[in-house]
């Protein structure tokens, strides 16, 4: 009798542990979803609260478009895919449209950002990221189909028999 006893403790020691686990989880969780926009915006919520950012740091990515008199337009690489203008440092640099710059600058107004530094990747070479990555796939396709075939018959993916 004192074995049941025993497990029956035990077992509601782990839900217990297991249920503060996931409560621990999902408390943290909510608090990311909650803090992001504050700790970590992105430039959709930037531009939507501009008030919060002006004088402030921001960081971001975007394509070359064009240079005007005094900025150089970047498109932004994320929502919301607006053109803002770029001043400073960023004059300075050679640019060629399709270029990706990262920049960390200062917010000065809506769509307006003075540099402090800049880091530009060459339009190829940004392209190269993903060309490189073409030789695995054969490899990768391989090692699936040593592993698995496909069943015509019911379409869908079966092991290997290990024949």
Same mark, same amino acid.
């Given at each position: 009798?004192?074995?049941? +006893? ?45 008030? +919060?950012?002006?004088? +402030? ?96 018959? +019911? ?9």
């Amino acid at each position: 009798m004192d074995g049941g +006893k025993e497990r029956d403790r035990g077992v509601r020691m782990r839900a217990a542990i297991a249920l503060v686990s996931i409560s621990i989880l999902l408390s943290l969780m909510t608090y990311s979803y909650i803090e992001h926009d504050e700790r970590d915006p992105d430039m959709a919520y930037i531009m939507k609260n501009f008030e +919060k950012f002006e004088g +402030k740091e921001v960081d971001f990515a975007g394509r070359f478009v064009s240079y005007n008199d005094s900025a150089a337009k970047l498109k932004l690489m994320e929502p919301p895919y607006c053109v803002v203008n770029v001043t400073g440092k960023i004059l300075n640099v050679s640019l060629h449209k399709g270029d990706v710059v990262e920049v960390l600058g200062i917010m000065q107004e809506p769509h307006k950002i003075k540099v402090e530094k800049i880091y530009v990747i060459k339009s190829f070479e940004y392209s190269l990221i993903f060309i490189r990555s073409l030789p695995a796939i054969p490899f990768v396709a391989y090692l699936f189909f040593k592993k698995w075939k496909f069943n015509f018959k +019911k379409f869908v993916f079966e092991e290997r028999g290990h024949a």
